[in-house]
């Protein structure tokens, strides 16, 4: 069964590396709130395999002045896309 | 009442908020309606299963009691990831109750063969 991840708290909270150990392939993940932090330089998402869609919440990066700053691999989001996606995955494992 | 596998992961450490109480209770609830209930201590989590705690000192409830109604509750396996242990340098001896350590791999498969983990 497929999951969607949603991280909610900056990189600070290590929740990334916690995260990755349930992670497999063909889950999502989904930052939101503080989370976006995650998006932008220096590159922490290095050790997320190609096999995992990045996606991030559009109105928490335009809050936070980061959505020209995001890596090529995220893809922004809406909040109509996020519901999508919760029910696009067989669950949603929220990380905060 | 369709029978679901439900994942409860405790991540925080024991007294610092009520997060590690909430998990418990609501594992309990689950475990109540006779659901397939798993429960994983990660992270911070595991500093839940250290022995020989007293809260009275901090005027909280100690943990360990409430982790042994688990068991009574039909939770029989309480189950640790093995790297938050190494982290920690904790090891099995180190712990309030008996628990079944995962691996890496077994962690990852006990999330992804669960109908609903619940991530606190």
């Known amino acids: 069964m497929s999951a969607l991840h949603t991280i909610s708290a900056s990189p600070t909270s290590g929740l990334i590396n916690s995260c990755l150990r349930l992670v497999c392939p063909g889950d999502g993940i989904l930052f939101i709130q503080d989370g976006v932090y ?3 330089p220096p590159d922490l998402l290095g050790d997320v395999s190609q096999d995992n869609a990045l996606f991030a919440l559009r109105e928490d990066l335009l809050a936070r002045g980061l959505l020209g700053k995001i890596s090529e691999r995220i893809t922004p989001v809406g909040f109509g896309r996020f519901v999508e996606l919760t029910v696009d995955y067989d669950k949603v494992i929220s990380w905060s | ?5 439900l994942t409860f992961i405790t991540r925080q450490a024991p007294y610092g908020s ?6 418990i209770d609501a594992a309990l ?3 109540v309606f006779e659901q397939q209930v798993n429960f994983l201590f990660m992270d911070d989590g595991v500093f839940q299963l250290v022995q020989n ?3 009275e000192s901090i005027s909280s409830k100690t943990i360990g009691r409430v982790l042994e109604t688990l068991e009574l509750y039909g939770i029989e396996q ?8 190494e982290e920690r340098d904790l090891s099995a001896e180190d712990l309030a109750i008996p628990v079944k350590i995962l691996n890496v791999e077994q962690v990852r498969q006990l999330a992804a063969r669960s109908d609903v983990v619940i991530n606190l």
């Open chain 2, 53 to 55: 705690q007293n809260a």
């Open chain 2, 29 to 31: 609830a689950a475990a």
């Open chain 2, 78 to 85: 309480a189950l640790v990831d093995s790297v938050s242990l």
């Open chain 1, 38 to 40: 995650h998006c932008c």
């Open chain 2, 18 to 23: 009520n997060k590690a109480k909430l998990v």
């Open chain 2, 1 to 5: 009442m369709q029978r679901k596998s």
